[in-house]
């Protein structure tokens, strides 16, 4: 069983920056690659990024790319979501998730690949 709990959600201006992090807790952490989703009113949950186990792959949808960075912390049982550049329409209830995987370099992109997930942390911002 894995727990995973986000923080660093909050309102920010257009053009700010928010650091979301993922700290977990569990068994099986160091073969668990890890992703960040996001969903906004009325719309399906969508993926937002996603890093390998190992930490040497990672994968950003294209709407966040250069924007947004995904890095994990193994020591720590962390990842993080660094967002920079934040537009109104990155408004929306943000989630972590671990799925496990036999490679260290799988990135996992669907959100069914994904075994554990988070409580979620919203992210809002303002015009």
């Known amino acids: 069983q894995v727990q995973l709990v986000e923080s660093g959600g909050g309102l920010v201006q257009a053009g700010g920056s928010l650091r979301l992090s993922c700290a977990a807790s569990g068994r099986g952490l160091s073969m668990a690659a890890m992703g960040w989703f996001r969903q906004a009113p009325e719309k399906e949950r969508e993926i937002v990024a996603a890093i390998s186990w190992s930490g040497y792959n990672t994968y950003h949808v294209d709407s966040v790319k250069g924007r947004f960075t995904i890095s994990r912390d193994i020591a720590k049982n962390t990842v993080y979501l660094q967002m920079n550049s934040l537009k109104p329409e990155d408004t929306a209830v943000y989630y972590c998730?671990?799925?496990?995987?036999?490679?260290?370099?799988?990135?996992?992109?669907?959100?069914?690949?994904?075994?554990?997930w988070g409580q979620g942390t919203q992210v809002t911002v303002s015009s």
């Open positions: 998730a671990a799925g496990w995987t036999l490679s260290n370099i799988a990135v996992l992109t669907r959100a069914n690949q994904y075994n554990s």
